[in-house]
């Protein structure tokens, strides 16, 4: 099927674009009345993850609301870990839970890759319904947790600060983390190829903790197995994201990835300048820029275009996920000026 | 007063020494049982730092158990705030609060610069005993939040994941955020000259929360105000740590402070090329290291000694406080093989 808009995989290619294409990481989200509407409907949020009916409904919500120009698949990182036996749960408040962690070299001897048409039917069964109601209209991103991120949750058991447990079996059983993110990067690379069986036309793997570690660490713990995802996925571009991950840029862009995801610290024309002609960039404003007034917000997506410059290669988006804080009315003010300035920066 | 160990003011300098200084931020804390202890006896966290005689009593534990080469001023940085009349508290597990954040022009305006031999005599009285106490063993270090980390308090109220609302009040209304940042960075000045003249030796500005803007940002609302407080400071070494400020360094070195403090993520080597030959530098062990066995922290202890190399301007620390459940003997280990370790690379 023909894309009616295709920017996204355009620029992800760096071909030729009208205009710069936007879409917000956690577009689907609580910042939306809609959102929180159908959320009362699920029992918790991974009934909503669960269920492709309601996936596919938040999934299309902020499309039908802004000219974005890709969807995301709603869905969470920890669906694998979850899949693999370890009892996912969402406390309100407090994030994720698991019921059973994984502490030791036991433990992970006995994680086994799922099969992604059995324990995580759900996900692609949501693919399939959203590529359905898309028709054609933008492509559909697909995505993951890294390894890496996903072991430090699967090790501390939910969301942390210190990061003690898993940096502490890290630095002293640095084998048995090996094998645990070997199997991750197993694990992940099937369910990406599945999601892409199902319908994505693009994956985005989301490194969320990779920037805690040194980088010594970041280098053999958690950028080796992205490496191995891009490698082992064919078909559809590949965007590696690690947050607070501005110093390994190169490295990131040296895997084979399409594009590389940027958190707002750099400006976006510095980290053209450094990895730019390799690959596409998706990025990067503040996510809190959306708190300000409207004509502050188009002050900030007209800096931010000419500092990436002329010319594609450019998916511009937020530098972490969208805050559930936001007026919904100062992203149509986003939206529509990431379109309208960027057009003369094109053709 | 002639020191006994002048190691830490010596590398300062970059002087030659014997063995490289080390001490450890937040070394006078939760870790150490004789700090909950003393911890029970005050009413509540901030009664420790208002009583003169708890905080040299706690100030001294760690130097008891260890050879450290400098002594820190227990308080905490928001006592600038608290003197001045925004009622600062502590809850458990939920960190500092504020009763009257600063959430408009109008109240920023009404801010005036504490007197710190008024409102802040409780922290000179510590400085006095605790320099006291030590006799000339070691030096102490006082030390101050920087206005932008101060700043995040005042209009957050309490700690924040995503700073929302004062970055919500730099972007909308820039002026009176300036506004803000210089009655603090006067303030900042006026209580580390008082600490100074009660006894420090040297200084540190905790900039905790700079890392979180981008370079623009920083650059504009966290460096200056930090580079007024260098020029406004005299007699002693000045510290400035931004931490997540790696993409800074050369800038932060080129404020005139004698030592730049470190996270964990960069390795020594490459800061002490970038800036080096400018400034000491402190750091820059990943706390997490403390949970490993003795052999595996002895192993990083020698591979950041191997990373800074031969002569004097380093001053070890860790890139972070160091965590509650830190086991003491771990500590013991640490220090020790600082000493041990680093004595080939000097003379």
């Known amino acids: 099927m023909t894309l009616k808009n295709d920017r996204f995989l355009r620029a992800l290619r760096r071909q030729p674009v009208d205009q710069t294409p936007v879409w917000m990481m956690r577009q689907a989200g609580r910042y939306l009345p809609e959102y929180r509407e159908t959320r009362k409907r699920g029992k918790d949020f991974m009934t909503l993850c669960q269920t492709p009916e309601l996936a ?6 902020p499309l039908a609301r802004y000219p974005l120009d890709a969807a995301i698949l709603f869905s969470d990182i920890l669906t694998i ?3 693999m036996g370890l009892g996912l749960s969402f406390t309100e408040g407090e994030g994720p839970r698991f019921q059973h962690p994984v502490r030791t070299h036991a433990d992970i001897k006995k994680l086994a890759v799922p099969d992604p048409h059995d324990n995580l039917r759900y996900v692609m069964d949501a693919v399939t319904l959203i590529r359905q109601e898309l028709a054609g209209s933008v492509p559909l991103i697909g995505f993951s947790g890294s390894p890496w991120t996903l072991a430090t949750y699967m090790v501390e058991g939910g969301t942390t600060k210190n990061f003690s447990r898993v940096k502490g079996l890290m630095f002293e059983q640095p084998q048995a983390m090996h094998q645990l993110l070997d199997t991750l990067a197993q694990s992940v690379i099937a369910y990406l190829k599945a999601q892409i ?5 693009a994956v985005m793997v989301f490194d969320t903790w990779g920037g805690i570690l040194t980088s010594r ?3 053999e713990f958690s950028l080796p197995y992205m490496q191995k ?4 996925i064919e ?7 690690t947050k607070d ?12 990835c399409d594009a590389v995801g940027l958190d707002w610290k750099l400006p976006i024309g510095s980290a053209r300048t450094r990895i730019g002609d390799k690959v596409a960039l998706q990025g990067n404003m503040d996510p809190c820029i959306l708190y300000a007034s409207p004509e502050r917000i188009r002050q900030e997506v007209a800096d931010i ?3 990436f410059g002329q010319g594609s290669g450019h998916i511009f988006n937020l530098g972490h996920g969208i805050h559930p804080q936001v007026d919904p009315e100062h992203v149509a003010v986003f939206i529509d000026a990431v379109h309208e300035l960027s057009a003369p920066y094109h053709g």
């Open 197 to 201: 069986e199902a319908g994505v036309q």
């Open 217 to 219: 660490d970041y280098l």
């Open 245 to 256: 991950g501005n110093e390994w840029l190169e490295e990131i862009a040296a895997t084979g």
């Open 229 to 232: 995802i891009v490698k082992g």
């Open 305 to 307: 275009l000419k500092s």
């Open 56 to 61: 596919c409904e938040v999934t299309l919500q």
């Open 235 to 241: 078909g559809v571009p590949v965007i590696l994201f």
């Open 81 to 83: 870990p979850d899949a």
